[in-house]
């Protein structure tokens, strides 16, 4: 069973929008991590920004967001102000078992935003 | 940069052989894990080494096989390649088996002909 879905293959937004990639999850684990990752053009894999399913509030950093909404198993990113440089592939990822001392990243497949000027 | 050093960048061999990816982690940090990235199959966790013990097993292949070094360095052994195994691996370490943030080497591309 797929445990994370994008369900965007693909966006395009206009420089200086706000944009939101959806993401949701499937766990039966009620200790789990959320994480999202860049990765641009050149391949490197980037960490932006990581949601406990224990943390209270949302996830923050800088102009990356985490909307979690626990109810609805949706972690959506949020970027504000988009800039040319977050053209990229944009990936979900979960971790269960958070105590357990080992990490096992599920990721989704992805969604390109295209950041137009 | 992540700290995070992998070699080679690129290999290209032939269906049947074997290769070798070597990872270094970031100075100091004890956990790494490798990920295989490949059209069909996306990103998968393939294998998490901690302090030089398995600590989790993906979808890792019986063909695959990995170890970490006393070093801490470790390298990921793949036998009998087939097509399918052409992709890109990619190794992170962390400081700790659980710690939330993994940081990503740039990858190794290998194509399989």
């Known amino acids: 069973a797929q445990k994370i879905t994008q369900t965007q293959p693909g966006m395009f937004v206009q420089e200086k929008e706000a944009v939101t990639l959806d993401c949701t999850y499937d766990?039966?684990?009620?200790?789990?991590?959320l994480f999202w990752y860049k990765q641009p053009s050149s391949g490197e894999m980037i960490f932006l920004i990581y949601?406990?399913?224990?943390?209270?509030q949302n996830a923050t950093e800088g102009r990356y967001s985490l909307n979690f909404q626990k109810a609805r198993k949706s972690a959506n990113l949020v970027i504000s102000a988009s800039q040319l440089g977050d053209s990229a592939m944009y990936f979900c990822?979960?971790?269960?078992?958070?105590?357990?001392?080992?990490?096992?990243?599920?990721f989704g497949q992805g969604t390109r935003l295209t950041i137009n000027p | 940069d992540s700290g995070v050093t992998q070699t080679p960048k690129h290999l290209i061999t032939a269906t049947g052989q074997r290769v070798t990816l070597r990872c270094s982690p970031r100075?100091?940090?004890?956990?790494v894990y490798w990920y295989q990235q490949s059209l069909d199959q996306g990103l998968q966790f393939l294998i998490q080494?901690?302090?030089?013990?398995?600590?989790a097993k993906g979808n890792i292949l019986e063909r695959f096989s990995a170890q970490q070094f006393p070093d801490l360095h470790s390298e990921l052994n793949l036998s009998s390649l087939e097509l399918g195994d052409s992709a890109l691996y990619f190794c992170?370490?962390?400081?700790?088996?659980?710690?939330?943030?993994?940081?990503f080497g740039p990858g190794t591309r290998l194509t399989v002909l």
């Open positions: 990822a979960m971790r269960e078992g958070l105590f357990q001392g080992a990490q096992k990243l599920v």
């Open positions: 949601q406990g399913s224990y943390d209270q």
């Open positions: 992170a370490s962390s400081r700790l088996a659980g710690d939330n943030e993994q940081f």
């Open positions: 100075s100091g940090d004890l956990s």
């Open positions: 766990t039966s684990d009620p200790s789990y991590g």
């Open positions: 080494y901690y302090n030089g013990e398995e600590r």
